[in-house]
C-alpha cells in the first residue's frame, strides 16, 4: 500500500524458513530476558507508574532475570516497592540518577568499552547520571566531566584531554544546547548529544537545545528530551565494538 | 527496556511455533501480494517519485498481481509508463480522482457492502474520488454526495436520507472541517474523517479540519490529511463485515 | 459563501417536507435519548467538572434514560455523586477505566460483534479499559491482550491468534505509537489507532504516537489522544455491522 | 552567567598551557584540513549555494585536500564547476546519492568497519545513499537493503540476517519512521534513525518521523531529517572503532 | 524603516494642531476614567495577581471611578480585598462568572441593545457568564441558552427562536468548536465565537475550536481562548449601535 | 455523548414543529440564494479552483441570484470565465480586490451604514481592497485610510478624525500586527482586526499578528489571516445595526 | 481594559501640553523624514511588492528625503524602477546584500562608531552585507569576518583579535545558530543574533538557530530570522553612543 | 563537514600563538571570575536548584568573587543558603525582583550609563526589577517607568519624557507585547524588548509577544521570554558605552 513491492511464494517460504531458524538459534534466546540478546539490563520507567504496579513489575523483573533497574523513581515508588523485597534481593538506590537497581547476585559483567559523559551545566546532571548507570550496567567504564559548558572554553579543553581515550562520548545540555556541537568538532569518536529541559522562556523544555543539536554542523546524533536511559545504552552499544557476547 | 516484560523459554517457544504455524496457514499467502491477504489492491502513491522509477514499479506490479493503482499522478507519470505498457495491461485515467488504475483481466471482485462518500465542498472532491475508487476496487458499492456542507442544512437531511443504508459513511472536509461531527451526530453507522488541505491562513492546510475532528463530540474516526487512499480502504473494510474472501 | 451552491424554491421546499416526515419518523425518537438514536449509552466526562454539578447531571441522566456511564472520575466526583444516589439506582465502578456506571436496570443489550483491544505498554490499559467499557455497553463482547509491545514481536503474534476472529481491533500506544500500524499490516479487519499520553521530551504527551498513526503506511483510522471513548463506541458501531437494532 | 563556575588563577594557567600543547600535537594539525583531524571528508552542501559561489568553493577545497564531496548538487552546480575544473582534478557524479566527488589522487583509505544500510521504502533511497557515500568516503564497507518497509516483516528478516556482521545500521525511513525501532529492537549493534521527508499531510515532512524515532522504546539515536551525510558520518565513526588512524 | 512613508513639516503641524484640540474636546475626557471614553467598565484580571496587590489596585479603582469588576477572582482575592472595604463600597461575587464588582452607586446605565450568549455545553458556561456580566455592566440586556450543543439541533433551532431579536450573539464552544458557525449560518446578525479551553489530547486546550471558528465558511469574528470579557464588551459594543453616550 | 442532555417527546415534537413553522416562513426563503436570508452576496473563493469548473460554478451563481463575487482571481479564471458569459451578465474587475462581480442587473442596494477600513502598511491593501468591496455590495458605505502605521502615530490620528462616524472599523496589518489594538485603544466602536501575511522569519506568514491581536489589552475581535472577505461582511452585519431588510 | 489605571484630569491635561510642546521641539522634526529622528535611512523592503508599485514609493521617498535604500531587491524590481528615475538620482546596486540605494547627494554623514559583523557560514553573508549596508548608511565604520564557524574556533579567534575594538558585534548564523553565543562569551561588548534560514530539517528555516540563541547562557539580544536591516540599525545605534545628532 | 574552510599549517600556528599571548594578557584574568572579564556579576538561575545544592553554589561564588546573584529565588532556598553564610557575608533580599544579592564588600563599582526601563502592564514588573538589579550591580544608573501600556498613549508620552536621557531603554510587555515597538518609534536609542509570559489563551505564555516583536516594524532586539537578567546585562554592556574598566 503506498509502499509496493512483491516476492514470489519461493522466496517468502525461504525467509520464513530462515526466520524460523533463526528464531531457535537466535532470537530465541532473547525471550529469556533483553538482557541475554542485547546486552542490555531490563529498565522500567517509574515514571507514571502507580507505586504498587510498579512494585509488582519490579520483582517480577529482579524474579525472571536477576538483575532490574527502575529510572525517575519517586519515595512513593520505593516504600511501596520495600516491604515485597525477599532478603535474596539488594536493592541499591543511585540518587543523583534518580534510579534504583535490584540485583540477586553479581554485578554487571564487565564487557569493557569506556564511556565519556560531559553535562554544560549542573542541572544536567541527573540526566547525565542515569546515562551512567545504564552503560556501567551494561559493562562498561564510564569517566564523566561535569559542568564544563561553553562559557569557559579553556575548561572544556582539559576536561576533554582527560577523557579523549573513550571510545564515545555522550554530552547533555539544555537551554541552548551547544556543548555537544562543540565536542563533536574537537574530537574523532562518536558524539551523542543528550538535549535536557532546564531552560525556560521560547523551546525551553528541551526543544531548543534538540534542534540546536539535530541542526549542528559538526557530525552528532541525539536522543529524545531528558532520554538519560537510550543514550547510556546507545553510548555502551558502540563501547562494546567487537566485544560481543 | 521502558516497558517491561518477561516470558519463559516454554512459553517462547511455543509462541515461535504458533507463529510458524501461522505463517504457513496464513501468512505465506499473504507474500504473493497483499491483495491476497487483505482484499486490497496494490496501490502506489505517484507523487514525489521520480517518473522513470514510477513506470518501472508500476509494471512490476500488475505483472505480479494483475491489477495495480496510482494515486496523485501527474501527467509526466502517465508519460512515463505508457510505452512501456504490454498490449495486455489497461490503463484506465481517472481524472477526478487523479489516478490511473493497470490491469490485465476483470475489474475487482464484488464482496459487497455498500459505503456512502460525502463532502462539504467542491474542493473535497478530488480526495472523496481517490476514496471512491480505491472502495469500489475492493468490491463495494459507492454512493456519493458531493457539496452538501453546513451552510445548507437541509441539503444535507435530504442528502443522508439517500445514503442511509449504508454500511459506512466517509466525510470529506476542508477548512473548520465540521460535516464529519455533524453526519456523525445524525447516523448510527461508523463515520470516518478524512481532512482536507483546502483552507488558507491559521491552519489552512487542513490542520484545523484535523484538529476539530479529533476533538469531535460525536462519535467519528480520522485519517491523515488527505489521505482519501487510507479513508476508502479503512471504509471497505468495514463495508466487507462478515463477507470474508 | 466561500463554498457556492444553490437550489431552486421548489427542490428547498421538497426536501424540507421530507425532513419533516424523517423528524417525525426518525429523529424525534432521537431526543429521549441518544442510546435510542444510536444505540449508545450516555457518557459524561467528569474530568473538568465542579463535583457538586457532575453529581446533578449524572442523577438527571440515570433518571431519564436508566443508565449513564462517566468517564475521568476523580474520588471527589463519587463522594458528591454517592449521597444523592436513590435506592433503586445501582452505581458500579470500574477502577481500571477510571468510570463509573450508573443503572436503574439490567445491564446493556447484548447487539453482537466482538472487539479486539490490545495495548503497546501497560501504561495505556486505562485507556484501553475506558475503550472496553464503553463497547460492552454497546453490546459487544471484548477480548484484550494487553502489553504486547514492539519489543517481543512474538509476543504480538501469539496475542493476535487469540483475538482474530474479531470485527475490528482497538490498538492503544503511547510513545512513538508503532503498534497499531504493525497490527493493521497483520490482519485483515478494520484497526483504530488510539494515541496515548504516555511518553515524555519531544511531542511526549501524545502527538509523537498520533502523528506516526496518521502517517502510518498500513490501512489505519485514529481518534484522539486518550480517547477510549471514542475508540470504544466507533468499534462497537463496526462490529454491530448489519445487526441494526 | 546563570551556569556558575569558577577556577583559581594557577588552575586556569595550566589548563590553558595544557590546551597550547595539546595544540601543537594535535589540534594544529586539524587545520590542515578537517579529513586530518577527524578521518572525515570535506564535504559541501551545494543546496542553496550560488552555482559560482559553490564552484569556488569546491575547487578551493580539492585543491587543499585533494578530496572533496559535494551533497544535494543540482545539474546547475555541475555546470558552474566543470568548466574550472584542471586536467588533474575527477569529477565522479553520483546520481542515486545527489552528490559528486571531486579528487586529484586515490580514493579513500580503507580503515575498515563495515555499514548497514536500511530503508523503508523507494523514496528514501537517496537519503540512504548520501550515507553511503559518506560511509565509503571514510572507508568503510557498505550493505544495503533498500524497501524493507514494515509492511512485509519477513523481507526484513532476511535482509538483516544478510547484514548481521555490520558494526552498526543507518535505517532511514519517512511516513511515520517505525523501521529503526523495530531494527533496533532485532539486533544488538547501534542502530541510527534517519527521518526522510517523503509523507504528507500533519507533520509530513518528516517531523513524524523523527518524532517517533526520538519516542522509541527500543534504543535509537537520531540524526536529523534527511541528513543522509550525517548518518553516514555518524556511522563511520562507530565502525571504525579501535581502528584509530 | 520596511513601511514607507512621509510628509510634510506643514501637514505634520496640522495634524498635531488638529489632535490637540481632538484631545481637548474629546480624548482628554477620556483621562478620568476609561468608563467615560469608552462606556466601558474598568476590569481587572485577578488570576496572576499577588492578592495584597489586587486588593489595593481595585480599592484604587473603585475610588476613582465608582464601579470596578475583577475576573478570575480566587477566593484568596477575595479574602485579601474584604477588610480593606470602606463602608460605602458594595461588594458583589459573581460566582459563575468567576468575577466580582465593587461599587460606591448605582448599577450600570442602560444604554440598551440586546447581546445573546450561547454556549454549546455546560463546561462553556464560565465564560459565558464572564461575557454576559460586562455586557450588563455596559448597560445592555442578556439573553442566554447554555448547552446547546450540536448533538441536538432541534434544541439549537428552538433556542435560537427565543433569541433572535438580539442585536449580536457570542457563541462559546470547546472542542472542535462548531457551534458557533452553525449559528453564524442561521442567522444574520454579527456572530462572535469564544473558544473554550475545555478538550483534551490534541490542541485540546481550546486550539482546536480557535482554528475551527477561524477557518470557518460563515461569516464569524473570535476573540482569544476563554476570552468571555472581550467578547461581551464587543458585542456591547455592537449593541449600542447609534446609541452613543 | 460527553455532552449530556434530555429533553422529553413533548417538548421535542414542539420544538420540531416550531422548527418546521420558522422554515417556511423563513429559512425556506433562504434557499433561493443566500442574498435573501442574509443580506450577503454570493461569494466563490477562485484561488484553488480549475478554471473550468470555477467558470461554470460562477455562471450557475450569477443565473440564480443576479449577482455574484469572485475573490483571489487569477487571469486564468478570468479567460476561462469570458466566453461563456451571456450579453445580460457585466463583468466588473476589480484589480485591487483581485476581485471580480458578475451581474445582471443594478448594483447593491444601499442598506445604510458606515464602515472604516485601515491599513498599516501598503502590502495590506489587497486585503483591504476585498474587505471593501464585500462590504458596499452589502449595501454600506466605506471609507479608507491605507498605509497609517504606527510608525507615525500622529498620520493615525489625523487619519482617525475623518473615519470616527463610521459605525465599525476594520483594520490590516501584517507582521506584528499592532494596529488594530491602537485603534481599539482609541474609538468606541466595534474593531475588526485582519491579520495579513506580509512578515517574514518567525511567524511571518502573518500568525505573529493573529497571536499579537488575540492577546490585544483592548477590546478587539478577529477574522482569519488574510480574511478580507470575512472582515467585511461581518463589518457590514454591524454597520446594518436595526436597518434589517 | 485587564490592564488598569486611571488619572486625573489636571495631569492628563499637563501631559497633553507637555507632548505638544515636546512634539514641537522634537518629534515635528521627525515628520520631515525618519532619517531626521532617528537618524536612520529610509528603507522600503522590495520583497513582495509589486515591481511598478514598488518604482513609485522608491521614487517618492528619494525625492523626499534625497536618499533612500531597497531591501531584498529582485531584477524585476530594478527593471521597473531604472526608467523612472530622474537624472539626478544615482543608482547603487549592491548585489552581496540584495540592496540597492537611491540617492541625489552625498553619501551618509559619518556619525562615528564601529560596528563588527561576523558569519558563521558563507550563506549567511547576504544577510550580514544587509547589516553592513545599514550600519554604514548610518555612518558607522564596518569591519566583517565571514565564514568563522564554530569548526575552527582558532579561526574565530584570530577573527576577533582584529575586530575587538568594535562598539558593537552583529553575528548571523543558520543551522543550529550556535556562533553568537560563543562569541558573547568572548567579548565585554554587545553582541546581536541574527539566526538565517540556511538549514534544512527540523526548524531549519532559521527557528533552531532563533531559540539557541534566545536560550543562549551568555549574554546575547536577537533579532527576527534573516533581519540584516533590523540587525544593522539596531547596531548603530549601540555604535552611536553618546554621538547624538 | 557542511560547512568548508581550510588554512596553512603556518597560519594556524600563528593564529593560536597569538591566541596563547591574548590568554596571558587577556583571558587568563577572565578566569578569576566572570566579572573581572566582562564586568558582569556571577548570577545563578535559582529555580529548578535543589536548595542545598543551590546554597553550596553561592557560597563558593561569593567566596570567589565577593559578591554573587541568585535570580527565581524560592523561600526554601533562602532557608537552605541562609544557616552556611559566615558572618563577613551579608545577604541582601530583592523581593520585587525575586532575587538576592551576597556580597562580603562594597556595592558595585558605578561604572556609568543610564538604563531606562518600562512596563506595559504591572505584571510585568518582577522582569523588570530583575533587569534593573543587573544593571545595577554592572554599575548603571537604572530610571524605571512601570504600568505605561499602550492604553493611555498620554502616560507613555509623559514618561518618556523624564527617560529620554538614558543611554537605552528596557521594554517589558506580555500578552501582545505591543510596547517595545511603539517606543522604539519614538525615541533613537536602542530599545530590547523582553516578552513577558503574562498572557492567557493562543500563545500566551509569552510566545505572542515574543513574535510581535521580532516582527516589529521599528528597530527592536529582543530577549527571551522572562529574560530579565539577560536584558539588563545587555542593556549595561550598551550603557557602558566607552566607558570600559
Known amino acids: 500500500m503506498y509502499c509496493s513491492g512483491e516476492i514470489s511464494e519461493d522466496e517468502a517460504m525461504a525467509a520464513i524458513e530462515g526466520l524460523r531458524i533463526e528464531m531457535i538459534d537466535g532470537m530465541a534466546r532473547i525471550d529469556t530476558g533483553r538482557s541475554v540478546r542485547c546486552g542490555m539490563p531490563e529498565v522500567v520507567l517509574a515514571e507514571g507508574k502507580e507505586p504498587g504496579a510498579f512494585a509488582r513489575i519490579m520483582l517480577a523483573q529482579v524474579k525472571a532475570s536477576g538483575r532490574c533497574i527502575a529510572t525517575r523513581v519517586s519515595p512513593e515508588h520505593i516504600e511501596a516497592l520495600q516491604p515485597l523485597l525477599p532478603p535474596e534481593v539488594r536493592l541499591e538506590h543511585r540518587e543523583a540518577a534518580r534510579a534504583i537497581v535490584l540485583s540477586t547476585g553479581e554485578g554487571p559483567d564487565p564487557r569493557g568499552g569506556t564511556v565519556a559523559i560531559l553535562t554544560a551545566g549542573?542541572?544536567?546532571?541527573?540526566?547525565a547520571e542515569e546515562a551512567k548507570l545504564i552503560a556501567e550496567e551494561m559493562g562498561c567504564e564510564v569517566r564523566t566531566a561535569y559542568d564544563v559548558g561553553v562559557a569557559g572554553i579553556h575548561r572544556l579543553f582539559s576536561a576533554l584531554r582527560d577523557?579523549?581515550?573513550?571510545?564515545?562520548?555522550?554530552?547533555?545540555?539544555?537551554?541552548?544546547?551547544?556543548?555537544?556541537?562543540?565536542?563533536?568538532?574537537?574530537?574523532?569518536?562518536?558524539?551523542?548529544g543528550v538535549p535536557v529541559s532546564t531552560g525556560y522562556g521560547y523551546m525551553g523544555a528541551g526543544?531548543?537545545?534538540?534542534?540546536?543539536?539535530?541542526?549542528?554542523?559538526?557530525v552528532l546524533a541525539v536522543v529524545n528530551i531528558d532520554a538519560g536511559f537510550t543514550a547510556g545504552a546507545f553510548a555502551a552499544q558502540i563501547a562494546h565494538g567487537g566485544r560481543r557476547v
Open 207 to 218: 526543544e531548543a537545545a534538540l534542534a540546536s543539536m539535530l541542526q549542528a554542523c559538526s
Open 122 to 127: 549542573t542541572s544536567d546532571i541527573p540526566v
Open 163 to 192: 577523557l579523549i581515550p573513550a571510545d564515545v562520548f555522550i554530552v547533555a545540555a539544555g537551554r541552548e544546547g551547544t556543548l555537544p556541537a562543540i565536542v563533536a568538532g574537537l574530537v574523532d569518536r562518536p558524539v551523542i
